[in-house]
């Protein structure tokens, strides 16, 4: 009986050791090289691939994905938490084809902007895009930098899901014209939300090669 019961002990203190050794492992294996982790970590690989898309195939993009990148959306970081932004999601082909032509009549014939409509390529305003998610913020000391944030999360959960996508600020100027009013009433802001930005979102027809960053901008302070 008692030597039953001292075997019984160390093959507790055994299968311990294993335990604690395979946790061991396991940490171990999740602090390999810095190097080693990026060309295996699926974000850090999102981030360095995306690109803006200007292009886009003739496929809507399903509203649960746009609601989950929504969400995505506002679970940016933001000051206090104070969420002092709103969100209008425009599928509507109409909508976006309205405003569009709406836009045109906005632009005189000969300005720069107006190049742009003589292009085959051109379908819409909003750089082509299916769907636009128009970003709103109340004015605060941080709610520019919480906007900034969530399109961040937009731009990448949309990777994520397979979709392209590209930040705009260009085409929210039609919307303070005579002709934009009607639009921006009807994402219906609530009082004292002004619009900061946009994000095209859609299935991409074009798959561009990154532009140059300057890594010089990026310093390591000694002391
Ligand atoms: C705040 C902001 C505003 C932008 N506005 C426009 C825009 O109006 N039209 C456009 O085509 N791209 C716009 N872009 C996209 C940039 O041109 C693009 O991010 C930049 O050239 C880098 O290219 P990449 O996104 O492919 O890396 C904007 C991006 C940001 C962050």
Known sequence: M???????IVALLATTACTTNTNTQSSDSQTATPQAQ????????????????????NQAVPRELLQQIAECGINAPNGMNAQ??????????????????????????DSPMAKQFADPSFKNMFRNAPAVIF????????????????????VLSAKSLGLGSVCMMGPLGFFSTPEGEPFLKSLSLSEGYKLLLCVGIGYADEQPD??????????FIEQ
């Open 2 to 8: 008692k030597h039953l019961f001292l075997s019984l």
């Open 38 to 57: 990026s060309d295996e970590n699926p974000v850090i690989e999102t981030i360095l691939s995306r690109r803006s898309i200007r292009a886009y195939k």
């Open 84 to 109: 002092q932004w709103e969100l209008r999601i425009v599928d509507s082909k109409e909508w976006l084809d309205n405003a569009t032509a709406a836009y045109k009549k906005s632009v005189k014939p």
């Open 135 to 154: 970003i709103a913020h109340k004015a605060g000391p941080c709610t520019q930098v919480d906007c900034g944030l969530m399109a961040g999360n937009i």
């Open 210 to 219: 990154a532009r140059p960053r300057n890594k010089e901008v990026i310093k």
